[in-house]
């Protein structure tokens, strides 16, 4: 996936925008590593004001604190770099936007920042919907810096194109 | 501009990351119809973390009242597409966010939504900063969707690097 390019994000973000505006769902984005290219890519489609209500681009750990409630302790602990740090940015965008679907990615792009632990390339992507635990995967994607914010989008709407599958039998809508 | 492309980006970021982190600076974004896609281009620059600390983008209006404050009340005067709106987010993005400088807006991507007083094409672009009053821009471009888009990004990110350069004479800092 690390040579997604922008046919692929255009043709899965039209996919997802159909298949939510068939539910009456709605998506909202929490994005750190990718900066905003999950909004971006989702925007990008016409139509797509009727069911994307919009996001957060969370670069700094303070404005995921103060945008997205995600616990200092939490960020502490695990780093912002962690699947903890994802579903808390999740369900923080989720409860906080209100929305149906939220999406969250948080990773490496490097060049600079990885660790043997963390290496460039890694990215949780978590995503919350009403009546079922949040999601999280972790990945670890090749390639460059914009191609690993490439991957990670096309990753996120992957994800939500499976929540918003799974919404029409979900006793929580 | 209507034919801003990527590489129009990449150089207009790479100067702004220059001139703010030079300056000790940071930036906030506030976007409706570019959808996320000024984060994304300013974050596209490797070390971007130095001086970017996120943003929102805010397509909804229940967004840009809950995630920016702008007054429901200016949002009914004036719509969401005006010059009112554009610094409102500024100015709510600005505060909310922590920043030395923030960049909003808001405008008609198209290709529907447009009318005779406000066309597809019409975008504002606000620039708030410390220690001066909040700068506003009204722009028609050519184009298609992502064409808008792209050329509303060329002209938010010109107008941070003013904003910036500005800066060092400024007594607010």
Redesign the interface.
């Known amino acids: 996936m690390a040579d997604a390019d922008s046919s692929d994000l255009a043709g899965l973000a039209a996919q997802l925008q159909a298949s939510c505006l068939a539910r009456g769902a709605t998506v909202?984005?929490a994005?750190s590593c990718?900066?905003?290219?999950?909004?971006?890519a989702?925007?990008?489609v016409?139509?797509?004001?009727g069911y994307?209500?919009?996001?957060?681009?969370?670069?700094?750990n303070?404005?995921k604190e103060?945008?997205l409630g995600v616990g200092s302790s939490v960020l502490a602990a695990h780093g912002a770099v962690s699947a903890q740090v994802a579903i808390a940015m999740a369900d923080g965008c989720r409860a906080?936007?209100?929305s149906t679907l939220a999406v969250s990615v948080t990773g490496i792009a490097?060049?600079?920042?990885g660790s043997p632990a963390k290496p460039v390339g890694l990215v949780y992507v978590a995503v919350a919907a009403a009546g079922r635990q949040t999601q999280v995967r972790r990945c670890v994607f090749a390639g460059d810096?914009?191609a690993i914010?490439a991957a990670a989008t096309v990753e996120a709407i992957r994800l939500l194109l499976d929540a918003a599958a799974s919404l029409s039998s979900s006793p929580g809508r």
């Open positions: 909202a984005t994005e990718t900066g905003g290219l999950v909004a971006e989702l925007t990008r016409p139509g797509s004001s994307v209500l919009g996001g957060v681009v969370a670069y700094a303070a404005i103060a945008q906080r936007l209100g490097g060049p600079d920042g810096r914009q914010r």
